[in-house]
């Protein structure tokens, strides 16, 4: 008899979604967290992939990922082969899907110069519409919906790995990002600190090409007679809510400073802020997303 507890039964997870959404940076991630993972799978043969129910057989996690190229898709016999999986009681059957406005996925598709699978000899967005259509009826019946369309590829991982990790890490992992209002808000945030009330460096001759990594960037911010006391009281802050978070069961913290560019100011907070933690003893993670971008004064905005 296969023993049906939670513990017990194996996880399978359906990965789908539209093409250049995501789908192959989330199979990544579900690997690199010990899932067996499978891309462009058939359907059709899951019953044969997963096998009979079997004590002896192992009980890795299994990441599927199938989308509108895959041989056979079609979406209403997809749902009617998952539900019958879904009734085995040795399984736990999860269906991901991954969606992305159309703008944002024509914009990758023009970057990478890739043809869109359901546009080969037409428009990209011809492709992205009709695909769009195929998949609306997974996209209502999936368990877990993750929209990428302001996700950078770190923003996806970081979510996959909240959603699917077997485990919590056993600390709170805290993730401090610097980035640039000018070119969106990370979405996965938890706290942001807006550090637009500075003096920016931008404007000053000889820094604007620095960064806040730059010495003379940072004196020039710390010069600043603001920046003191608000950035002792973001510290305050932050130390009483962090142990709170970690109470309430959480696994990662994100805690996001941001400017215009994302080149001076909230990368020279980040830097403070991530080195305060330390002082702390919180080992946090930091991440400059906006730091290679070029200066730009139509970004900054004139004085």
């Known amino acids: 008899m296969v023993d049906d507890s939670p513990a017990d039964r194996q996880r399978i997870l359906l ?13 990544q991630v579900l690997e690199d967290l010990g899932w067996e993972a499978i891309d462009n799978f058939p359907i059709r043969l899951l019953g044969r992939l997963i096998g009979p129910p079997n004590p002896d057989s192992s009980r890795h996690p299994l990441a599927i ?4 190229r895959t041989r056979g898709f079609v979406p209403n016999d997809i749902m009617e082969k998952v539900k019958d999986i879904a009734k085995r009681r040795d399984l736990v059957v999860t269906t991901l899907f991954l969606d992305c406005n159309s703008s944002e996925l024509e914009r990758r598709y023009n970057e990478t110069r890739r043809r869109h699978p359901m546009a080969i000899d037409r428009p990209v967005h011809i492709g992205i519409k009709a695909e769009r259509e195929l998949l609306e009826p997974l996209r209502r019946w999936a368990d877990v919906v993750i929209d990428t369309s302001n996700f950078s590829s770190n923003d996806l991982q970081h979510a996959i790995r909240a959603q699917f990790a077997d485990s919590a890490p056993q600390e709170m992992a805290v993730i401090v990002t610097s980035f640039g209002f000018a070119r969106g808000t990370p979405p996965l945030a938890d706290l942001v600190f807006d550090m637009r009330f500075l003096d920016n460096p931008h404007w000053v001759p000889g820094l604007r090409e620095q960064t806040g990594l730059d010495a003379a960037v940072g004196e020039h911010i710390e010069r ?3 920046f003191a006391p608000v950035f002792a009281q973001i510290r305050d802050l932050v130390l009483t809510l962090l142990p709170r978070y970690e109470a309430q069961g959480k696994s990662y913290v994100n805690i996001a400073f941001g400017c215009t560019g994302g080149r001076h100011r909230s990368v020279y907070a980040a830097q403070r802020f991530a080195q305060a933690l330390h002082d702390e003893g919180f080992s946090p993670t930091v991440i400059h997303r906006n730091l290679g971008s070029r200066a730009a004064d139509e970004i900054e905005g004139r004085q």
């Open 15 to 27: 990965v789908t979604g539209l093409s250049g959404a995501g789908k192959t940076t989330a199979l």
């Open 65 to 68: 990922g199938f989308d509108s």
């Open 224 to 226: 600043d007679g603001s």
